[in-house]
Nanobody
Framework: QVQLVESGGGSVQAGESLRLSCAAS????????EAWFRQAPGKEREAVAA????????YYTDAVKGRFTISRDSAKNTLYLQMNRLKPEDTAMYYC??????????????????WGQGTQVTVSS
């Protein structure tokens, strides 16, 4: 069983940056798909960014392209999400996920086997 623990959330002003971390309890093979999702109050959960094949393939939702960067450190079993130029609409609970099973280039991965508990990101204007 894989346990994922997110950290790094907080309250910031628009334009500032945050880096989220997701520590895994076991080694996550680079062949696994990992991702960050977010869910704002009253909205559906959406995939924000995903990584596959050790970083050779990535996915970003249009709203964060050019501002967010997903990466992983295999030695530390940790997934990251660097979020720059944050906007109020980025406010949400952010979750990390691992092992999607199927990766399709250009498509948001779904059906992850393991999920973290989430970390809150609040961006004020």
């Amino acid at each position: 069983q894989v346990q994922l623990v997110e950290s790094g959330g907080g309250s910031v002003q628009a334009g500032e940056s945050l880096r989220l971390s997701c520590a895994a309890s076991v080694h996550i093979y680079s062949s696994y798909c990992e991702a960050w999702f977010r869910q704002a109050p009253g909205k559906e959960r959406e995939a924000v960014a995903a990584i596959y094949a050790g970083g050779a393939r990535t996915y970003y939702t249009d709203a964060v392209k050019g501002r967010f960067t997903i990466s992983r450190d295999s030695a530390k079993n940790t997934l990251y999400l660097q979020m720059n130029r944050l906007k109020p609409e980025d406010t949400a609970m952010y979750y990390c996920a691992a092992d999607c099973g199927t990766w399709i280039d250009g498509k948001a991965p779904i059906n992850f086997a393991f999920w973290g508990q989430g970390t809150q990101v609040t961006v004020s204007s």
